[in-house]
């Protein structure tokens, strides 16, 4: 008997393709494990859940028929977010206790030093915050806000329109930076901006990555860059406007601004994990900028 099959396309393959075919998907996967580890734990705050959010992922991939998605990372971050979004939404409707007494489905097994690090890499704060939003708000904004993924497709998710998934963001972020932060948190967010100024004006790319996260991702209304070695680059062609920035708050978080002939032409605001910068906003349209609440530091 032959051990050859037909594709949907009837081209023949045997069976030393096809599991060549799987190492090579998860070969793929396994790469952006991390990152959609991180997606998930921002999403639901439990380390064992993250993982089974992870998983199921990994299972809907090897169902899915992949070859024309030109972005699988792009892919799985919003196959990840579907997921935390449905483990959200039945969370709530089973009326489960908060954050501190959460407890993980019964098919993952409770890693309380795992959730100690990622905790820890997120910021406490910052999960109770979150834990307060809607599912919704929270995938608007963890996918937005802090991995920059675009309202057009958050609002794919949601069911929604790009404008309404934009509006959760924008509400999720009033409340997210509305919440006392230690300042020492601020102190320390202005230690890294601080840092990343002084190398983006020397044009320092190690000091640049030293800075950001290995995920990092900046946005302007010119696009999105993604990755610590784009960004850095991207950042140390900025050093001439760099010299004029001074740090800032911006709606009261962390950021640097460009003032020119007395008004602001560009705003940076950041994200932080483990003292490291996740996002990095750039904002140089006059009406955006007219909306931000700007103080000079």
Known sequence: MSDQGSDQYGERHDDGDRRADRDFLADRFEGYRGHLRSVAYRMLGSAAEA?????????????SDTREVENLGGWLTTVVGRVCLDMLRSRRTRGEEPLDTWRPAPSAEPDPAQDAVLADSVGVALLVVLDTLSPAERLAFVLHDLFGVPFE?????????????RQLASRARRRVRGADAPETDLARQREVVDAFLAAARDGDFDGLLAVLDPDVVARSEAG?????????????????????????????ATGLVVIVDGRPERVLTFAFAADRITVVDIVTAPDRLADLTIETT
Not at 156 to 164: F, H, K, Q, V
Not at 242 to 249: E, G, K, N, Q, S
């Open 51 to 63: 993982e089974d959010a992870v998983q199921e992922a990994w299972f809907r991939l090897h169902r």
């Open 153 to 165: 497709e958050i609002g794919g998710i949601l069911g929604r329109s790009p404008a309404a998934a």
């Open 224 to 252: 999105v860059t993604s990755g610590a070695a784009a960004v850095a680059a991207g950042a140390a062609g900025f050093a001439r406007l760099a010299r004029i920035a001074r740090p800032a708050l911006v709606d009261g």
